[in-house]
Structures are given as C-alpha cells and as structure tokens.
C-alpha cells in the first residue's frame, strides 16, 4: 500500500521560510519520480517541483525558482521542500505525489499517489 504523509507545513510571514517533508511508504522508492505540487482556494493544482529517482535532475515552476529547493533521501524515503522568501502568494495546500519510474513528467496526470496535503499560509 502506498503512503504519502506530508509535514512542515504552517503560518509564516512574507520572506520566512518553511520546510516541507514527505514520507513514503513506497517499494523501491528509488525508482520513482517525486514532485510538490500546490493548491490555492478557486485555484486548479499546479506543479511546484520534482525530482528525478535518483537524484540526478530537479524542476521547478518558473515562480519559485531561485528559492526554494527540493531534495530527496533514498535510504530514508524522504523527500523535502526548502522554501524560503516566501510570498503571500505561495499560499496553498502543499501535496507531496509519486510519479513515473525511470521518468520525469510534470503534469498533476504523470502522479499517481498524493499525500493528504499540508497547509501554508504566508502573510504579508
């Protein structure tokens, strides 16, 4: 069964930082594409970032480029979301999911398991 259980999220002012994390429950974690994707209220989800199963290459969405930064463990089956100069509109549930093995994809359609979200809020 897969699991995907997100953490860190919180209330925050404008130029704070958070930290995101994302346990998974998943076999063979390592061969799996992660990303962070967000939702804001009236808003569809959008992608924020992911990274490739081992490592090797990360995207971002062009609106949080330069700050923040995704990160993965695979000993642990972790992956974490460093999110710092935060704005008022980073405001949203934040969904760690599962992508494709040995791929990339960026699209809410190429995941397949979400965690339940976690909220943040940045006030300005």
């Known amino acids: 069964q897969v699991q995907l259980v997100e953490s860190g999220g919180g209330l925050v002012q404008a130029g704070g930082s958070l930290r995101l994390s994302c346990a998974a429950s998943?076999?063979?974690?390592?061969?799996?594409?992660m990303g962070w994707f967000r939702q804001a209220p009236g808003k569809e989800r959008e992608f924020v970032s992911g990274?490739?199963?081992?490592?090797?290459?990360?995207y971002y969405t062009d609106s949080v480029k330069g700050r923040f930064t995704i990160s993965r463990d695979n000993a642990k089956n972790t992956v974490t979301l460093q999110m710092n100069s935060l704005k008022p509109e980073d405001t949203a549930v934040y969904y760690c999911?599962?992508?494709?093995?040995?791929?990339?994809?960026?699209?809410?359609?190429?995941?397949?398991?979400w965690g339940q979200g976690t909220q943040v809020t940045v006030s300005s």
């Open positions: 998943i076999r063979a974690f390592s061969v799996y594409t």
């Open positions: 999911a599962r992508g494709r093995q040995y791929g990339g994809g960026w699209k809410p359609s190429d995941y397949d398991y």
């Open positions: 990274i490739l199963w081992n490592g090797s290459g990360t």
